[in-house]
Each structure stands twice: as structure tokens, then as C-alpha cells.
Nanobody, 126 residues
Framework: QVQLLESGGGLVQPGGSLRISCVAS????????RGWFRQAPGKEREFVAT????????LYGDSVSGRFTISKDNAKNTLYLQMNNLKPEDTAVYYC???????????????????WGQGTQVTVSS
């Protein structure tokens, strides 16, 4: 069972940048997806971005496309999210998520991912 640990969250001013990371304790040998979701207070968990671990297929949520970049380092078993031009509405707890079983539904579906990290807080404020 993979375990995920996020880091790198913090306070940043609007227009600023931040990179968060997610280290996995177990190896991923399949082409399953690993991604980022976020949840703001009083809102549902929202899809941010995802990447397939072997073929590097990438998808982004509409609200972050063009500003955020997902990447990975397979050797370090680490997932990254580079966030640029941050806005106050990006404020949320960001969760890393990993898929371990085959799933037919959407890549942005919460049900695709069966392992979650504890989350890291990102606050965008002046």
C-alpha cells in the first residue's frame, strides 16, 4: 500500500508562485495516475491535475490550466505541482492522490484514486 506525504505549502501573495511536493513510500510500476486535488472551506474537493506514472499523460482542471504545472520524478517517487500566478481563489488544502486499481471512469474522478495524503495548506493573500 502506497503512502503519500505532501510538503511545500504556505502563504504567498497574489501573483506569486509556489511548488508543492508529494513523496510516495511505495513503488508504482503500473501506468496508473497520481494527481492533485484541492478543497477550500465549505466547498467540495476539486480536481487540479493528474499524470500517468509511466507514459506521463497529463490533464488539468479548467481553473488552473495555463498557470499550474504537474510533474514527477520517477527515481525519487515524487510528484510536484508548480503553481504560478496564484490567485486568492487558489487558497485551499491541496491533497496528493494515487490510483492503485484499474478504473474506467474519468481521470478527474475522486473515485479513481484510493490513496490520499494528509494535505498541505496553500494560502494566497496579501
Amino acid at each position: 500500500q502506497v503512502q503519500l506525504l505532501e510538503s511545500g505549502g504556505g502563504l504567498v501573495q497574489p501573483g506569486g508562485s509556489l511548488r508543492i511536493s508529494c513523496v510516495a513510500s511505495g513503488r508504482t510500476t503500473s501506468n496508473h495516475f497520481r494527481g492533485w486535488f484541492r478543497q477550500a472551506p465549505g466547498k467540495e474537493r476539486e480536481f487540479v491535475a493528474t499524470i500517468s506514472w509511466i507514459e506521463s499523460v497529463i490533464l488539468y482542471g479548467d481553473s488552473v490550466s495555463g498557470r499550474f504545472t504537474i510533474s514527477k520524478d520517477n527515481a525519487k517517487n515524487t510528484l510536484y505541482l508548480q503553481m504560478n500566478n496564484l490567485k486568492p481563489e487558489d487558497t485551499a488544502v491541496y491533497y496528493c492522490a494515487s490510483q492503485s486499481r484499474d478504473y474506467i471512469g474519468g481521470y478527474d474522478s475522486l473515485q479513481r484514486y484510493d490513496t490520499w495524503g494528509q494535505g498541505t495548506q496553500v494560502t494566497v493573500s496579501s
